[in-house]
């Protein structure tokens, strides 16, 4: 008599191609980042660390639109992660502007670093329990994206970044700092991406674009400046009083929560999704 469970397991067995080939792929942009880096070519740099970011969000949705989740893939997405959004702009960071300053280059280099593997430690052991409508602290690939963002610029404007190395190690210090604070970020999940608009929108998104592909790179750093100061603003007006448990450490504080379950009330209940659902 055969046996049905040896040949379910068989079945079952084996790695979903489409969604871990997009992983690899934000992977590989990731790694060419860190050669183009070290290689002097800043601007490429900057831009691999942008594609990597549209095929790590590809790789969840894809997975999900084709019902090809698995345990391999989010983990192996969070290693591709680590490169991309963590070590990737981190060495970048200090080819372009501090690697002439000795300790505090370095340093700073890897406070960036360390601070996005605390992130994605932290955003792996909330999945499921955490408000998805906030991120609590700045996505990492957020953060990459303002490291990216800088660099980009002053390759484009002919600036040496050793010239501003003290400036831009504090940046990348900062940058890796609200990426473990509990500074609450607004993750767009609320907006209802498959509803109808009219034709003004449409209009205005297109314009956005125009805009965008002019000078893709100084628009970027607005945005993701932006985005990245926009946490500390969130936290502050969303609490009665400031206090250390709403900036790093432990949310106990019972403003804290009694804002996030009287916005959660106003809301239907999300249902918990892959790892890759969500920027790390």
């Known amino acids: 008599m055969p046996d049905n469970n040896n040949d379910e397991s068989l079945q079952t067995r084996g790695i979903y191609l489409l969604p871990n080939l997009l ?3 934000g992977l590989f942009s990731g790694f060419y980042a860190v050669v183009s880096s070290m290689n002097g070519h800043f601007i490429s740099a900057a831009v691999a660390i942008f594609i990597a970011m549209i095929f790590d969000g590809l790789d969840g949705r894809v997975a999900r639109m084709t019902n090809t989740q698995s345990e391999f893939g989010a983990e192996y ?7 991309s959004f963590g070590i990737a702009p981190g060495i970048v960071a200090y080819n372009w502007a501090l690697s002439s300053f000795g300790k505090f280059g370095w ?38 994206g303002v490291v990216a963002s800088i660099i980009w610029v002053g390759s484009e404007y002919q600036i040496n970044g050793q010239d501003y190395g003290y400036i ?15 500074f609450r970020y607004n993750s767009f999940k609320e907006v209802d991406w498959k ?21 893709p790179e100084n628009i970027l750093l607005i945005i993701f400046g932006l985005y ?48 890759t659902d969500e920027p790390k």
Do not use: W
Not at 120 to 130: D, S
Not at 252 to 265: L, T
């Open 23 to 25: 992983t690899t792929a």
């Open 107 to 144: 340093l700073a280099a890897f406070v960036y670093v360390a601070c996005a593997a605390l992130r994605l430690a932290r955003f792996n052991t909330q999945v499921g329990i955490a408000d998805k409508r906030y991120f609590q602290g700045l996505a990492s690939p957020a953060a990459a």
């Open 77 to 83: 997405d969070s290693m591709a992660d680590m490169l």
């Open 168 to 182: 831009i190690g504090l940046i990348t210090i900062v940058l890796g700092l609200l990426m473990v604070s509990n």
């Open 228 to 275: 990245a100061c926009s946490g500390p603003f969130t936290t502050i007006r969303s609490v009665k009083k400031l206090k250390l448990e709403h900036v790093v450490g432990d949310d106990q504080d019972a403003d804290f929560h009694r804002y996030s379950e009287n916005k959660a009330s106003d809301t239907a209940e999300v249902d918990i999704k892959s790892k």
């Open 195 to 215: 509803g109808k608009v009219n034709f003004v929108v449409v209009l205005l998104i297109v314009l956005a674009f125009v805009v965008v592909a002019s000078s």
